[in-house]
């Protein structure tokens, strides 16, 4: 067998009863408590990357972990967006969650730049 090869099939299910509803709803739940854990999660980057900032923490060491912290969030974010086939809309406020650390890293990053490399 080559790499790759492989078949898949597809099944179209219509529930029997009322209980689809309740299994969406138990799905949106389990979807929804994921997006609010990563968003409390960004808050708390936010938040790390502010203290450094006021503490004057400006060395690359502290840098290269931020990275790292911003980087497990981008991934984690990837993961949740596949799951996310209802398209909730807190996948949206996630995003922008997101992109707010990204910008709270560069801005952190220029300051670490200009503080530790000669003028």
């Not at 898949?8 to 969406?24: C, E, H, I, S, Y």
């Amino acid at each position: 067998m080559a790499k790759g090869d492989g078949s898949w099939t597809l099944v179209d299910a219509a529930p029997r009863d009322k209980g689809a509803d309740t299994f969406r709803s138990v799905f949106e739940a389990a979807r929804l408590e994921e997006w609010n854990e990563f968003t409390a999660d960004c808050g708390k980057f936010e938040q790390e990357i502010a203290k450094e900032i006021s503490r004057e923490k400006l060395t690359f060491a502290e840098l290269e972990e931020e990275e790292q912290s911003l980087e497990r969030l981008r991934r984690w974010y990837r993961e949740l967006k596949s799951r996310d086939v209802l398209h909730l809309p807190q996948a949206t406020v996630a995003a922008e969650h997101l992109a707010r650390c990204a910008e709270a890293l560069e801005g952190y990053a220029s300051l670490v730049y200009d503080a530790t490399l000669p003028q």
